[in-house]
């Protein structure tokens, strides 16, 4: 017992002194009778060695946790370990609540910021817009962003919101106690749709800083929020909903020969998909994602990603990779965020490539044999709210199409035919 004592002591140790961010999003799962809410939060840590770490309740009632935590990806030297958390939460009502991660300390940084702190905003009541419990806005980051002092570079982050939402990022700042020290690099801008510029800075700013944000999804039109106790709040398309960290290290190296993409720094090849890319794939389905890129001074040596902790990553060639991921029968309507690096080495100096981001949404096995259904009919009374009169053969033309397609975008399969059996037209209602 005071050999895995000690042991655990050392693995904390390790962690309180060498943290490199962390993000954490969540998607609403079930709505029970009894008004309780199942949600998952889906959460990565960073340290420079692999360790546990969960997140704890910060206000309102955060309910029971169920957490599994895996492995996502290491750096080949050992500069960094990012771990999952999957946290599934049972909670009492769809009220707000907050969770924290907080500690210490910091990698080494230029802006001395030492104890870290991070926030999440879980917003689970009913939006009027969807009919549905709102989900957070979905991103990952890689635990270490690098680019040369003497180099431009930009950082599209990823920014989807499941829910339609318009995605903005920010600055964490201490006023809404969302980071221990809030100190942001003066050289680094981000604009409110979640990009980071880096243009070309002096010697004397080379080293790591820690870098803290936060993302919201705000309504692009006024929508209610209701409680299980039947209360309702406004929010307006200048109310953020809900908020999430995203908190990494970016590293300013030293100055490099060329900043031309494929000598030093790596360049991207097709087929790599694009930087916010939708991609989709069914459960039970893997999903291939083909990465390639070239150098031709520096030598590549791997690449490096963030994403769902089982996905699997083949080296076919150097620069020539293939991420791999077969997504659960849990996860189906859910959307999950890749992100990845391509890093190449020449001595001691390490170079990345742009950073690219894709999200996956997870659809129903299509090839899954159905249950034999025959002639079941269902009657479904409708009032549509219309600007202008519709016509019949608006509805049938158009409406019922847009009412097709929504419900099998809420997972109804699409062997179905739905038919207008009785309209009045009299009213805008």
């Known amino acids: 017992m005071s050999l895995s004592l000690l042991l655990l002591l050392m693995v904390g140790s390790s962690q309180a002194e060498h943290f490199l961010g962390t993000v954490i999003t969540y998607y609403p799962k079930d709505t029970f009778t009894n008004g309780s809410v199942q949600v998952v939060l889906r959460y990565k ?23 599994v935590q895996n492995t996502v990806d290491t750096e080949s030297s050992g500069e960094w370990c990012q771990q999952e958390g999957k946290s599934t939460r049972l909670v ?3 009220a707000p609540f907050q969770l924290h991660l907080d500690g210490g300390n910091w990698i080494g940084n230029i802006q001395n910021v030492t104890g870290w702190k991070a926030v999440i905003l879980v917003e689970l009541r009913n939006r009027s817009d969807t009919g549905k419990a709102n989900t957070s806005p979905q991103t990952t980051i890689l635990p270490l962003l690098r680019v040369p002092s003497n180099c431009s570079r930009d950082f599209n982050l990823l920014a989807f919101d499941p829910d339609g939402d318009e995605v903005v990022c920010r600055h964490a700042n201490a006023v809404n106690n969302e980071c221990e020290v809030c100190t942001a690099p003066s050289f680094l801008s981000l604009s409110s749709s979640c990009s980071l510029s880096f243009r070309p ?59 031309t993409e494929g000598l030093y720094l790596p360049r991207v090849l097709p087929p790599t998909p694009a930087n916010r890319e939708q991609l989709s794939t069914q459960v ?17 040596s ?32 859910e959307s999950h ?3 990845f690096v391509v890093q190449a080495n020449l001595s001691s100096m390490k170079y990345q490539s742009e950073l690219r981001c894709v999200i996956v949404t997870v659809t129903p096995d299509t ?14 009374k409708m009032r549509i709210k219309s600007a202008v009169v ?29 038919r207008l059996i009785n309209f009045n037209p009299t009213t805008t209602e």
Request: with cysteine.
């Open 201 to 259: 800075t002096s010697s004397s700013n080379e080293g790591s800083y820690a870098v803290q944000l936060m993302m919201e999804d705000f309504p692009r039109q006024t929508i209610s929020l209701t409680q299980t106790d039947s209360s309702q709040v406004q929010r307006s398309d200048h109310d953020s909903i809900s908020k999430i960290p995203i908190q990494f290290v970016f590293r300013v190296d030293s100055a490099v020969p060329s900043c």
């Open 45 to 67: 840590t960073n340290f420079n060695s692999c360790g546990t770490l969960s997140w704890a309740c910060l206000s309102g009632v955060c309910g029971n946790e169920s957490l």
């Open 390 to 418: 519709l016509s019949e053969e608006v509805m049938r033309n158009t409406v019922l199409q847009q009412i097709t397609d929504e419900l099998v975008k809420r997972g109804l399969p699409g062997n179905f035919t739905l």
């Open 92 to 94: 009492p009502t769809n």
């Open 367 to 380: 090839t899954a044999s159905p249950s034999p259904v025959t002639n079941s009919q269902i009657f479904l």
């Open 302 to 333: 791997e690449l490096l990603f963030s994403g769902p902790y089982n996905t699997d990553q083949e080296t076919l060639a150097a620069g020539d990779y293939v991420l791999r991921w077969t997504p659960s029968e849990d996860e189906v309507g």
């Open 337 to 339: 965020p890749i992100c």
């Open 284 to 300: 039970n389905q893997p999903l291939e994602i083909s990465i390639k890129a070239e150098a031709s001074v520096s030598s590549i």
